[in-house]
Every structure is written in C-alpha cells, then in structure tokens.
C-alpha cells in the first residue's frame, strides 16, 4: 500500500462533472506485422503478459475516509483485465473525422475509482486494414516521464517481442485497509505536517521574487529591442517598436478560456521532423522553439477567422519535468510549469520565430529561479475533500475564466526514433491526447516518434467545434516559414 503525493491527489481533486483527470493516446497500428489475427484475444493476451513490468495496471484506489487525507494505491483483489480492454470498430469508410469523433466520446466519459485507473481500446475499421489503440489512465497515476516508461514497457523493438519473464511470481492482490486504520494514518501524517510547512513557507518567502516575475514578465522592458535571426530578418517597427508586450498576470481572453462542458473535440495532424530541424539548422533554434511558434500561427489564424485575435501575446504553460536521477522508474507525477508568450499578435512567421526565441529563455530563466519541488510541497498541504471542494468552487464562480494566468497548454514529449511493435503490430503513428480544465479549453501536445511530430489537440466541444481547421493550420504555417527560409540567400 502506497499514498499518493499531494501533487498526484490534485489531479483527483479537480475532477468535477466535466473536468476529468485522466490523459492518454491513439496509437495507429499495422496489424499485418503481427503474424496472426490482431483480435481483441490476441491484444489482452499481449498486455496480459506484460503486466508484471507494469505494476500501476493492477493498483486501484483506497480513499481516506471524509476526504482527510491523500488516498492510497493498493493491488487490486479483484482485477479482472477484460474490464479494461475493450473493443468496437468503425462504420465504413472508417475516415479520420470518424476516428476523432469517437475517441472524444471516449476521452469525456471517466474512469471508474472503483478499478484500476485506465482503460484501452481496439478500434478496427480504419482504412488500409490498419487498427488503432486508445489508451487512458488517470494523470493521478502517471506524468509525461512515467508514462513513457509504461509505454516502453508494452511496446517491442521486433515483432517477435521480447522473451517472457522466467517463472514470474503469481500475483496477489491486497485487501483494502479499514477505515479505521486510514484515519490512524491520516493523523500520523497530521502530526508530522507543521514541521514540513514550515520549511515550505521558507522556500516561499525565498521563492517569492521568483514567483512573481514568472507571472508578471516585463519583456518589452528587459528586451528594448528585438534582433533578427540567422537566416531570418525580425521586423522592428509595430506601434510601440517592440514584437512581444510583456507577460501579464492574467492571459487575454480568447473564445477558448471559459467553464467547459463534459464533451470533447479531438483533432490530430502530423509534420515531418526533418521540416522541423530544418528551421532550427537555418535558425539556431531548438525544435521546442520552431513548435511553438508554429502553435502560435496556428492560433492566430483560428482566432482571426473568429474575429478574436487579442492584441497582446497569449500565454502558453508548458510542463516541465523536475523528475531527477533517483525518481527515475517511479510513477506518479514529477512535473512543474513554466509560462511564456505565445506571440500570436505578430503577423510574420519569423517574427513569431524570433519572438518564441526569447520568450522561451525568459521563461526558463523565471523557471528554474523557482524551487523545483516547490509545487509538488505545496500540494502536500491541501486536504482531499477541501481541494476537491476548491476546484467546484472555482467553477462556479467561473474564477479560472476570469483570472486565468494562462491561455492553453502546450507540450512537447520527445519519443523514440526507432520502430515499434505492440504485440507484433508495427506502431505507425501515436497521437496524444490530454486534458483540458475550466478557463483552458484547448491543449496541444506534441509526441515525436520515426522522423514525425505527432500532434493531439484536445478541446471543449462547445467552445471549438471546428477543432480539426486549427489543426490544419498547423500544416499551413509550417510551410510559410520553410518559405521564409527558403526566400533567404544562402
């Protein structure tokens, strides 16, 4: 039996009737590397032979009584793997918009507390005789990291797999702690609390600058004046001689931050990397950098054709993981935020370039000037039952709407360059899918995997129904900086 951090119970807390906790992907299989039938059978059988590498499969929740203190994982008594990976398949001519369609449906129903906190799917149906996998499991349970660490788990280098593990021990589960027992627990944990605040509210008062530049970021101050990039010319005129305002405590509104509802939209795309890297070899950037600017016309676009393009920079919270060289191979959640501008106020794509160049160096500046541990204490702190409690709260009084810091949240996971196998199945694309929350709901995350940047873009259906345009446009301005690039003398 194991408590949760204060960080992975959040993701717990904030689950309300339309917010839901849970992240995860739709990996596009090739059934014909398998050597047999890829059947609902032969997928359960392949998971099933890797659950001892994934212990988390098996765990399932055990709340403290009254919500009093950070639940509890335990091996479930009664785990029944059928449950958990399911089957259907989609009506001809089984298109992308079909596959979308239905993997939102599934993304905004939630996971059942009572079982093991994930869920797959065997979709057929697709074109070319390929198969696609959904996955979800709860973000109380895994983060970027950890979650890569699951998936190399259950994915080969060959379709032949990899040899089973010699005589593995048969598995028992743990029957749940009684009540009393968790509330002995729950003020165990009580007494020892005022020492940890303390050292907490230390690390506050010393973080406290920190803190407050990364919500109030003065760029047009610290950065007079914006030089070009290599092999790209920045433009230096604009009302006020500056191409990005300073970061604001609270993002510009956008049709997308607003209360969002239980229903979803989901849209993917894919952009070669070599395209990518060719921008960063012209312009000495990072491939982060050339993603987010590319997010950032994106955006643009999709806010001019509504007719609500802010005429300051948007913000983007990008996670970074703070998991360090002992908490490698551990689950749960090692993650922190970072904001930055998103320079979608900027009408050129080298300008967008040159104006996430230094808003991404700023941003990690702010960031790691902050304790990174920071969040994950303050969340030691926060009671089950009154987080919960906070986050129906803020919904209600629409507070994230009204004071959000940022606008979306965009994420980039770098992922394997070589090809995989899921039970003999070649993998040909995995797209993520995460979560979105009252006053965010739009969220970008970009998986890299064989030469491609896979994106999943995740949305509240009624404040983006038209989700699948402001995926394309990721394409659309993609190809207008390789233009740039390529107008440029040599």
Same mark, same amino acid.
């Given at each position: 039996?194991?408590?949760? $951090?204060?960080?992975?119970?959040?993701?717990?807390?904030?689950e309300t009737?339309?917010?839901?906790?849970h992240?995860? $992907?739709?990996?596009?299989?090739? &059934?014909?590397?398998a050597?047999?039938?890829?059947?609902?059978? =032969?997928?359960?059988?392949?998971?099933?032979?890797?659950?001892?590498l994934v212990?988390l499969?098996?765990?399932?929740?055990?709340?403290?009584p009254?919500?009093?203190?950070?639940?509890?994982w335990?091996?479930?008594p009664?785990f029944?793997i059928?449950?958990h990976v399911?089957?259907?398949?989609? &009506?001809?001519p089984g $298109?992308d !918009?079909?596959l979308?369609?239905?993997v939102? !449906?599934?993304?905004?129903?939630?996971?059942?507390?009572?079982?093991?906190?994930?869920?797959?799917?065997?979709? $057929?149906g697709?074109?070319r005789?390929?198969?696609?996998?959904?996955n979800?499991i709860?973000?109380?349970?895994?983060d970027?990291?950890?979650?890569g660490d699951?998936?190399?788990?259950?994915?080969?280098?060959?379709?032949?797999?990899?040899?089973?593990?010699?005589?593995?021990?048969?598995y028992v589960?743990?029957?749940?702690?009684s009540?009393?027992?968790?509330l002995?627990?729950?003020?165990?944990?009580?007494?020892?609390? &005022?020492?940890?605040?303390?050292?907490?509210? +230390?690390?506050l008062?010393?973080s406290?600058?920190?803190?407050?530049?990364a919500l109030?970021?003065?760029l047009?101050?610290?950065?007079?004046d914006?030089?070009g990039?290599?092999?790209?010319?920045?433009?230096?005129?604009?009302?006020?001689?500056?191409?990005?305002?300073?970061?604001?405590?609270?993002?510009?509104?956008?049709?997308?931050n607003?209360n969002?509802t239980?229903?979803?939209?989901?849209?993917?795309?894919?952009?070669?990397?070599?395209?990518?890297k060719?921008?960063?070899a012209?312009?000495?950037?990072?491939?982060n950098?050339?993603?987010?600017?590319? *997010?950032?016309?994106?955006?643009?676009?999709?806010l001019?054709?509504?007719? +609500?393009?802010p005429?300051?920079?948007?913000?983007?919270?990008?996670p970074v993981?703070?998991?360090t060289?002992?908490?490698?191979?551990?689950?749960?959640n090692?993650?922190?935020?970072?904001?930055?501008?998103l320079?979608?106020?900027l009408?050129?794509?080298a300008?967008? @370039?040159a104006a996430?160049?230094?808003?991404?160096?700023?941003?990690?500046?702010q =960031?790691?000037?902050?304790?990174?541990?920071? @969040?994950?204490?303050v969340?030691?702190?926060?009671m089950?039952v009154?987080?919960n409690?906070?986050? !129906?709260?803020? +919904?209600?009084?629409?507070?994230?709407e009204?004071?959000?810091?940022?606008?979306?949240?965009?994420?980039?996971?770098p992922? &394997?360059q070589?090809p995989?196998? @899921?039970?003999?199945a070649k993998l040909? +694309?995995?797209?993520?899918?995460?979560?979105?929350?009252?006053?965010?709901?739009?969220n970008i995350?970009?998986?890299?995997? *064989?030469g491609?940047?896979?994106f999943? @873009?995740?949305? *509240?259906?009624?404040?983006?129904?038209?989700?699948?345009v402001?995926?394309?446009?990721?394409?659309?301005?993609?190809?207008e900086?390789?233009?740039?690039?390529?107008?440029t003398?040599?």
């Amino acid at each position: 039996m194991k408590q949760l $951090s204060g960080l992975d119970s959040q993701f717990l807390a904030m689950e309300t009737r339309s917010v839901f906790g849970h992240v995860g $992907s739709v990996c596009i299989l090739d &059934p014909h590397t398998a050597g047999e039938e890829f059947t609902l059978d =032969h997928l359960t059988d392949a998971i099933a032979e890797r659950l001892p590498l994934v212990p988390l499969f098996r765990r399932r929740l055990v709340e403290v009584p009254l919500g009093l203190d950070k639940a509890y994982w335990i091996d479930d008594p009664d785990f029944d793997i059928e449950f958990h990976v399911r089957e259907l398949a989609l &009506p001809k001519p089984g $298109s992308d !918009r079909q596959l979308s369609e239905q993997v939102a !449906r599934l993304h905004a129903r939630p996971l059942d507390r009572r079982r093991p906190l994930w869920e797959l799917y065997l979709i $057929s149906g697709l074109p070319r005789g390929m198969v696609a996998i959904y996955n979800k499991i709860h973000h109380a349970a895994v983060d970027g990291v950890s979650g890569g660490d699951i998936l190399s788990a259950l994915l080969d280098l060959t379709p032949e797999g990899r040899p089973e593990p010699e005589s593995p021990e048969p598995y028992v589960g743990e029957q749940p702690p009684s009540s009393l027992t968790l509330l002995a627990r729950s003020l165990q944990s009580a007494l020892a609390q &005022p020492g940890q605040a303390f050292q907490v509210a +230390a690390d506050l008062i010393r973080s406290s600058p920190a803190i407050a530049g990364a919500l109030r970021v003065p760029l047009a101050q610290l950065l007079p004046d914006l030089p070009g990039l290599p092999g790209l010319s920045g433009r230096h005129d604009g009302e006020d001689g500056l191409l990005l305002p300073g970061v604001r405590s609270r993002a510009p509104r956008t049709p997308f931050n607003a209360n969002i509802t239980a229903h979803r939209r989901w849209a993917f795309t894919d952009l070669p990397l070599s395209e990518v890297k060719s921008i960063r070899a012209v312009t000495g950037l990072t491939v982060n950098d050339v993603v987010m600017a590319v *997010c950032a016309g994106a955006l643009r676009r999709w806010l001019l054709d509504h007719d +609500a393009l802010p005429p300051s920079a948007l913000i983007a919270a990008v996670p970074v993981s703070v998991r360090t060289e002992s908490q490698q191979g551990e689950l749960g959640n090692q993650i922190s935020m970072m904001l930055a501008g998103l320079p979608t106020h900027l009408d050129s794509a080298a300008d967008r @370039l040159a104006a996430v160049h230094l808003a991404m160096g700023v941003a990690k500046e702010q =960031h790691d000037a902050i304790p990174a541990s920071l @969040l994950a204490d303050v969340s030691e702190f926060a009671m089950p039952v009154l987080a919960n409690q906070a986050w !129906r709260l803020s +919904a209600r009084l629409r507070l994230f709407e009204r004071v959000s810091p940022y606008n979306l949240i965009i994420s980039n996971v770098p992922g &394997p360059q070589v090809p995989l196998y @899921l039970g003999g199945a070649k993998l040909v +694309a995995y797209y993520p899918v995460s979560a979105i929350t009252d006053g965010q709901g739009l969220n970008i995350t970009v998986m890299s995997y *064989c030469g491609t940047m896979y994106f999943g @873009l995740v949305a *509240c259906r009624e404040l983006m129904p038209d989700l699948d345009v402001l995926a394309g446009y990721l394409r659309t301005d993609l190809d207008e900086m390789l233009a740039a690039i390529s107008a440029t003398p040599a």
